[in-house]
């Protein structure tokens, strides 16, 4: 949930954390970005892609990834990046207060807005921190369940080593510390992120997909959303709907069109990846469209008739394709054919 204001204590400059944070204007920026920006919340726990950081502070990617990495270093805050999670330590203290006690309506509030943060690593630090100083009644989902007898330890601890023998996979990689065990469900994969086992040349990983977002951003012409924008472009990549070649092929055809000439034309960048019309080509633009040619030749193969030519020529008449396309295409048809 939005918050209407956030406070900011003077204390912040002059306070560890201030004398800390001298001479390192990016790491300044960044932390009074964290407990005062449009998506963070009164726990300090919630959803911060690293794009829009960079993106509402107007620091480079690699400006606002390498202050985030020197403020979690300098204890100021924690972050779960494979889940774009970030937990500032002490903003609760600062937004609620130093302990809430009795029946303070303010730990309701705190609970419940636990409730909406994402299953991830960060929970259990929020709690080993304020549970009992906010007198949480809402139990960590990130805590097992109470410990059974002895003889019911022993028979579960025996029932679960046969099940790991023969079903569990590999313990997960020392690369991933904050990954959750096997027992507990794993969070939902960003966008842009990487499963285990998948080619690196296929889907790039979320920081090198935002960077090239932030720089496509720079150049499009149009009003830039970058909010809305930003899920859309991670939501291509993650379907696997399009390259980036694609998209900056599009918009090469795009700008050199007339009609984009007039911006009240252009819309924003949000509609134009959602409708995806990078695939189109403008009618007057004077650049020709990146064609897959192996795709060419799959669609190639289903126009192609007995006599060859007839199917192929009307299916040509709507592309957008020169001479040595076409006659490629025919002989991928039939490679009789010499001309």
């Known amino acids: 949930?939005?918050?209407?204001?956030?406070?900011?204590?003077?204390?912040?400059?002059?306070?560890?954390?201030?004398?800390?944070?001298?001479?390192?204007?990016?790491?300044?920026?960044?932390?009074?970005?964290?407990?005062?920006?449009?998506?963070?919340?009164?726990?300090?726990?919630?959803?911060?892609?690293?794009?829009?950081?960079?993106?509402?502070?107007?620091?480079?990617?690699?400006?606002?990834?390498?202050?985030?990495?020197?403020?979690?270093?300098?204890?100021?805050c924690s972050v779960d990046a494979s889940n774009d999670m970030v937990f500032v330590r002490e903003m609760a203290k600062w937004q609620i207060a130093p302990e809430l006690k009795g029946k303070d309506k303010r730990i309701k509030g705190v609970e419940n807005e636990l409730a909406r943060v994402p299953k991830t690593p960060l929970l259990l630090e929020f709690y080993e921190r304020y549970s009992h100083c906010f007198n949480l009644s809402l139990p960590c989902p990130f805590k097992g369940p109470s410990k059974p007898l002895r003889s019911q330890e022993q028979e579960q601890e025996q029932e679960q080593e046969q099940e790991q023998e023969i079903l569990s996979p590999p313990s997960p990689s020392l690369r991933h510390p904050d990954k959750p065990s096997p027992q507990q469900k794993e969070p939902q994969r960003g966008v842009c992120e990487k499963a285990e086992g998948e080619n690196p040349e296929e889907l790039p990983e979320l920081i090198d997909g935002d960077v090239a977002f932030l720089d496509f951003a720079e150049r499009y012409p149009g009003e830039v959303d970058a909010l809305k924008a930003g899920t859309v472009w991670r939501r291509l990549f993650k379907?696997?709907?399009?390259?980036?070649?694609?998209?900056?092929?599009?918009?090469?055809?795009?700008?050199?069109?007339?009609?984009?000439?007039?911006?009240?034309?252009?819309?924003k960048l949000s509609t134009w990846l959602h409708e995806q019309r990078f695939q189109d080509n403008p009618p007057d633009s004077n650049i020709r469209p990146a064609y897959d040619m192996e795709r060419l030749e799959r669609q190639a193969k289903k126009y192609f008739d007995i006599d060859g030519q007839p199917g192929l020529d009307a299916w040509f008449a709507t592309l957008d394709i020169d001479d040595e396309t076409k006659r490629r295409l025919r002989q991928c048809c039939d490679p009789t054919l010499t001309t």
């Open 1 to 76: 949930m939005s918050r209407e204001y956030g406070k900011v204590s003077p204390q912040f400059w002059i306070g560890d954390t201030g004398k800390q944070l001298r001479g390192d204007p990016e790491a300044q920026l960044l932390a009074l970005y964290l407990v005062s920006n449009p998506h963070a919340n009164m726990i300090g726990l919630y959803y911060l892609p690293l794009m829009y950081a960079a993106h509402e502070t107007g620091l480079p990617l690699e400006g606002a990834s390498e202050a985030l990495r020197r403020l979690s270093e300098g204890g100021f």
């Open 239 to 267: 379907a696997r709907a399009c390259s980036l070649e694609q998209i900056e092929d599009g918009l090469e055809r795009w700008m050199n069109c007339n009609r984009w000439k007039d911006p009240q034309y252009i819309p």
